[in-house]
């Protein structure tokens, strides 16, 4: 049931896709320097008169996904247009086209895995296009929502800020034989790989071998009450993660219903400026992208 839920829902976004303005593939040899050992494509739009120091997305697509795909589910080129900004789209090639948050070399910083090869992929926009290192986000849906919180855990210095939509905390699925649903062998996607707090944090601190002092980017985290696929008991556990990584307590300080809309719940936790949580009535899987209130969570559009 898990495995056909999953293709079905997989199957409905791919079928969602619209012809419209198109990404640029990069050639390897052109953004991946010392080798590309996860073979992952780059693919990026930088819009016309796009000016120096402009902010950087990072939109990262679901299992079974692809830049194309995701280009059109989580379509940013508009806003990039209006807002001025570029958006990579990262491809992922191996197991089911999902990215590969089971496996130490992308667990790690520097290990070689799919982490360090987007973080590549950064360097490239940020040299070609000048892009402000200070402005930089990431966001992504179910397998990309989980790499999402990996990127959040091994390059925390390099983003401004995220929105993890249907994922799961960073080292989740840790260890297990694969990370999609063909292959995935852990019950953490089901609910089952429950931690406290302390717990979470501490694995986020293994990240970066050697440590890390500094700060960790601020993050959205979306959830659906019925995914059929990412169990819902997800967005609580990556709450609790970031908050201790934050400091804050993983009790809202506050609950807004019907926010940004009607079925869907906005929880704040500490000042808001860390974490916030969206969960909303419903059974999709992945929760739709909404493209306003994460650009408005960036600073990259007004919050009115």
Known sequence: MYLATFLFSSAI????RVVGQSTTKVPDSA???GGNPTKLDMFYYAPPGLPPNAPLVVAIHYCLG???AYSSTANFMPAANQYKFAVIYPQATHDNRCWAVNTEATLTRGGGGDADAIIKMMNYTIEKHQ???KRMFVLGSSSGGMMTNVMMATYPDYFAGSASFSGIPYACLQGSRGASPMSDNSPCVKGGNKHTGAEWAAKVKTAIKGGYTGEYPPMQIWHQTGDPVVNIAL???QVKQWTTVHGIKDAPTSSTPNTPKSGTVRKVYGDGKKVVAFTTTGSGHPHPV???EVLKWFGIASAQ
């Open 31 to 33: 953004w991946a320097a």
């Open 66 to 68: 692809s830049a194309a």
């Open 290 to 292: 909404n493209i306003p």
């Open 13 to 16: 976004w791919l079928a969602s």
């Open 131 to 133: 892009i402000d290192r």
């Open 235 to 237: 967005q609580s556990e």
